[in-house]
């Protein structure tokens, strides 16, 4: 299995680590700061150096087998060999910007309570949900909140609890399309506020930021109807 560095400390942008095997499919890593695409957060950019001073590009990081993440390569990179040592530094700046969007849609769970969310996609600036709901929700409401609770600078926090405890509370799962991850005996959430009750509380295994002032400005670009019941609402980051 590949240590996840970046469940510990999500702001850690480099790390050194060793190959432990080097395929078509991707290098596997003993440990890594690279997060592997899950749950509509794309995978981690960046590169890993090596000794002599050259750089392989990855371009891409998914989940292998037993445990273990695939840093996918460049066309032409040069592979490094099992064994050795390089350091796994991922593209900083769009980490944080996914880690930003995400904690966002987060928010936006927040203001519509209730409705399930049946879809979802994390981008690099731009991201959406899609709920269950009979009719649009108001666009001009939910710019409203979302500002508030960013202003607010909520604590953004992490735990976890048993697989029985989350069947016991199954309201904590908001989405339809996703399912947390099972089989290890506990799962992990995310929660938003010090509050009791929280503004919100749900399994997740992506990456967020420490607290809802570091979003910056975000807005509803949209609101789409994409079904009878279906609809869509567009986040984007505000320069």
Known sequence: MTELLFRA????????????????????????????????QPGDTGVLRRADGTAAAVI????GENGSILHRLAEGAAVPEPGEEVMAAIDWPRRHRLMRMH?????LC?????????????????????FDLPAAPDRAALDEGLARLIADNHP??????GEEALDANPH???????KPPRG?????????GAGDPPVDLQPCGGTHVRATAEIGRVSIAKVENKGRQNRRI?????P
């Open 9 to 40: 400390d999500a702001y850690l942008a480099e790390a050194t680590a060793r190959v432990v095997a080097a395929t078509p499919m991707g290098v596997v890593l003993d440990r890594t700061v690279f997060y592997a695409a899950a749950g509509g």
């Open 60 to 63: 891409d990081t998914v989940k």
């Open 103 to 107: 904690t966002a849609l987060h928010l």
């Open 110 to 130: 927040a203001l519509i309570p209730g409705a399930a969310v049946t879809g979802g996609a994390i981008g690099d600036g731009k991201g959406r949900l899609d």
């Open 156 to 161: 953004v926090s992490e735990h976890w609890i």
């Open 172 to 178: 904590l799962v908001r989405t339809l399309s996703v």
């Open 184 to 192: 290890a005996g506990r799962v992990r959430l995310v929660r938003i």
């Open 234 to 238: 567009v986040l984007v980051l505000e």
